[in-house]
């Protein structure tokens, strides 16, 4: 019933960034640790190497999602989350607001 207001877009925006914000949390609940180490033979960057959370989409249409096991890595997803839900709470305020007159 917003077709093409500001109020829209906002939900709109919102709903992009919290889908996304869940899938990296989803790739971080849904994997499972793993350590990559430098091999001689093996020319890996010092990024790939290390201890990460490895997701691997079942039905791989997906690419693999590594998380480096840190706290900055996981302080990442956290926030992200954090800011999606604080982002909901003006979203529904702002909804809730402007209710009237739509039904």
């Known amino acids: 019933r917003r077709p093409a207001d500001d109020l829209r877009k906002l939900a709109d925006a919102w709903l992009v960034e919290a889908k996304a ?22 020319d890996r960057s010092p990024e790939v190497t290390g201890q990460w959370l490895t997701h691997f989409p079942r039905d791989r249409s997906r690419p693999v999602v590594r998380t480096p096991l840190t706290i900055e ?15 909901w709470n003006e979203l529904a305020s702002e909804l809730w607001a402007n209710r009237l007159g739509l039904y």
């Open 73 to 87: 890595g996981l302080s990442r997803i956290r926030e992200r989350l954090e800011r999606a839900r604080l982002g």
């Open 21 to 42: 914000a869940l899938e990296e949390r989803n790739g971080v609940m849904h994997s499972v640790p793993t350590v990559y180490l430098q091999a001689d033979d093996l």
